[in-house]
């Protein structure tokens, strides 16, 4: 506040002198602008003083405020604990043994933990249970070879030393060795036998003590899914009656391709007609008669046509009728193959609403509690919706293959045809 009154000041006077100059003239301007030039310095150093003064006074105040405010806070969270305090003296007799029994069920409900955790810790404190727990697990997972009994893939009950490392184990005798697949209530099943490097490995594991071997890491599921594995025969036989159907139609659509690609390979080659030039019969030159000599059936038959209809009209009328008939012989069967692509899908997908239907049937009797049941159903269900695809799809790639043929053997004898006809047109005008 005092550096501002000093500028306030400053201006005052400022304006005064500038009042007195004006008045007196121009002499001692000089000097008049030194002063004020001091005067103005002074007033800014006296504002910059005061300015951090400001600053520091301000800065003082808010750690002030901020250490009242912790206060608030800690003042606010004993009053709630107090709150809490209070509370907890004034409850009555019932909350008191409603929050009791909660705490006696939650005691229950940890003992039964416990117990089904380890059946012998029914009066041993919690954390000696885990403890102990904890030991078998570390005995467990160190592995070492032992005296066992098991069952050989070819279903010989043999003694040899098996090797445990937590729920894997290997198996080892004078014959051989492998991974076991465990069995509960049972005795162990010898799933993967193991061959060349692989037993020399386990092997030198017995002996040495360090070596690597195969495991199984998703602990049994690969092997309980190679016992699982079915033949073409009982895959297909899960797909019920209308797999019948299907495999009829691939017959059909089999036999009928080889034929047809048979009949293909036989075809002869087309061979454009030559030009002809000059004015004598095109009939008769050189060229066309080396081209008539090589000519295949059909070939014939068209070079027949155009030379002995004797009207334009019937000409083209009798080439119309060959061509078609050419070309209907080409195509002869090739409707069922497509047939057999369109049918297919469909009796699969018959077959898979038909077996939905089953399995809803069960659920319906039996409950569908058990998910294994759901999703057997409904994996016998859709063997058909596979079958027709695996049908449908090659009978369709084949039947546009076979079509492609047909319809280039004729397109050549058309074009065989047209140039006929303009060379008998030439003879005829000669």
């Known amino acids: 506040m005092t550096a501002a009154r000093a500028l306030r000041a400053s201006e005052r006077w400022l304006l005064a002198a500038l009042l007195i100059a004006s008045a007196s003239g121009a002499h001692g301007d000089a000097a008049l602008l030194a002063g004020l030039r001091d005067d103005i310095a002074k007033s800014q150093r006296a504002l910059d003083r005061e300015t951090r003064d400001i600053g520091r006074a301000a800065a003082a105040q808010a750690q002030r405020v901020n250490a009242v405010n912790a206060d608030v806070l800690r003042l606010r969270a004993s009053a709630a604990a107090a709150r809490r305090a209070a509370d907890e003296r004034t409850l009555s007799i019932g909350q008191l043994e409603t929050r009791v029994r909660s705490w006696r069920a939650q005691a229950a409900y940890q003992a039964n933990l416990l117990r089904e955790f380890d059946s012998d810790a029914v009066d041993q404190p919690a954390q000696e249970v885990l403890a102990n727990a904890i030991d078998r697990f570390e005995t467990a997972l160190a592995p070492s070879f032992a005296r066992a009994s098991y069952v050989r893939d070819d279903g010989q009950l043999t003694d040899g030393e098996r090797l445990r490392l937590g729920p894997i184990a290997w198996y080892l005798d004078a014959e051989g060795g492998g991974l076991l697949l465990e069995r509960e209530g049972d005795l162990p099943l010898a799933a993967l036998p193991f061959s060349g490097g692989d037993l020399d490995a386990l092997r030198a594991l017995r002996r040495d003590g360090v070596?690597?071997?195969?495991l199984d890491p998703t602990i049994r599921r690969v092997l309980a899914a190679r016992g699982q594995r079915q033949g073409i025969v009982d895959h297909l036989r899960q797909g019920g009656i209308w797999v019948l159907p299907?495999?009829?139609?691939?017959?059909?659509?089999?036999?009928?391709?080889?034929?047809?690609?048979?009949?293909?390979?036989?075809?002869?080659?087309?061979?454009?007609?030559?030009?002809?030039?000059?004015?004598?019969?095109?009939?008769?030159q050189p060229a066309m008669q080396r081209w008539l000599g090589d000519l295949p059936p059909i070939g014939a038959e068209i070079v027949e046509i155009v030379r002995a209809a004797p009207t334009v009209e019937q000409r083209d009328d009798r080439l119309f009728g060959a061509l078609v008939a050419e070309r209907e012989r080409l195509e002869r069967f090739l409707g069922a193959i497509a047939v057999t692509a369109t049918v297919a899908p469909l009796l699969g997908l018959l077959g898979t609403v038909s077996g939905m239907i089953n399995t809803f049937s069960m659920m319906t009797l039996f409950g569908g509690n058990d998910p294994s049941v759901v999703s057997g159903g409904i994996s016998e269900a859709l063997v058909t919706t596979e079958l027709g695809l695996i049908v449908a799809i090659p009978a369709l790639v084949l039947h546009a293959l076979l079509s492609r043929r047909a319809s280039a053997h004729t397109g050549a004898l058309e074009q065989t045809a047209v140039t006929l006809t303009d060379i008998d047109m030439v003879a005829r005008r000669g």
């Open 211 to 214: 070596a690597s071997v195969q």
């Open 246 to 284: 299907i495999l009829g139609f691939a017959c059909l659509a089999v036999l009928i391709t080889l034929g047809k690609a048979w009949q293909f390979l036989r075809l002869p080659r087309i061979v454009t007609p030559p030009r002809v030039s000059g004015d004598a019969d095109p009939w008769q």
